[in-house]
């Protein structure tokens, strides 16, 4: 079974800075996707970048990037010129490829980051 | 807006009592997803249906159980309810068609439940 591992419980930054969000994953499989998801203090699940595992480049929205290392099984996400509105709980995801596999389509989460911002 | 609706947002009810939650999927998809969230925890997947059928189970307790109606829309029953179930559950859905090629499941808001 996939598993997806946060080690960072809580992290802060100030606004403007820049800060990084670490998730590393252990698979089996070569074809997957990766997900960040933000939950604000309203608890709706927002999604913030997707990654497909075949492609090679990083994926990046607006001021959200990722730093994808498929054979480090890892998948860090980078928010620059941190907003006010950035402050949550951020998400890793792991979602199988496998068309034909029982766990296609669920997404396996991580057990989250909870991102302070200081004005 | 997700376009997942789920009903009711706020539920409190008593130890032993029997819950259902109900989610509306977004127009057009077709599998559903169940996933409950406690306090300051990530998300536990329950259950998984697609066009009606069981597709996945995760972690669900045998007190728990649902299904995904002709219309497609879910319920997710809770019976017997323990203090320990008092949590958010959120209901997801996906196209999750061979050529559906974005992956991401699409939230409800959540409904949660309170049990004292």
């Known amino acids: 079974a996939q598993t997806v591992t946060q080690s960072q419980p809580e992290m802060s930054v100030q606004e403007a800075e820049t800060v990084t969000l670490s998730c590393t994953y252990d698979?089996?499989?070569?074809?997957?996707?990766l997900f960040w998801y933000k939950q604000p203090p309203s608890r709706q699940m927002i999604l913030v970048i997707r990654?497909?595992?075949?492609?090679?480049q990083n994926a990046t929205e607006n001021r959200f990037s990722v730093n994808f290392q498929k054979a480090a099984k890892s998948f860090s996400l980078k928010i620059s010129d941190s907003q006010l509105g950035d402050a949550a709980m951020y998400f890793c995801a792991y979602r199988s490829g496998n068309a034909g596999g029982t766990s296609y389509g669920k997404l396996t989460f991580g057990q989250g980051t909870i991102l302070t911002v200081h004005p | 807006d997700s376009g997942v609706t789920q009903t009711p947002k706020h539920l409190i009810t008593a130890t032993g009592q029997r819950v259902t939650l109900r989610c509306s999927p977004r127009?057009?998809?077709?599998?559903v997803y169940w996933y409950q969230q406690s306090l300051d925890q990530g998300l536990q997947f329950l259950i998984q249906y697609y066009n009606g059928e069981e597709r996945a189970k995760g972690n669900i307790l045998e007190r728990f159980s649902a299904q995904q109606f002709p219309d497609l829309h879910s319920e997710l029953n809770l019976s017997s309810l323990e203090l320990g179930d008092s949590a958010l559950y959120f209901c997801?859905?996906?196209?999750?068609?061979?050529?559906?090629?974005?992956?991401?499941?699409?939230f409800g808001e959540g409904s949660r439940l309170t049990v004292l």
């Open positions: 698979t089996s499989e070569s074809d997957y996707y």
């Open positions: 127009s057009g998809d077709l599998s």
């Open positions: 990654q497909e595992a075949y492609k090679q």
């Open positions: 997801a859905s996906s196209a999750l068609l061979a050529r559906d090629a974005t992956g991401e499941l699409f």
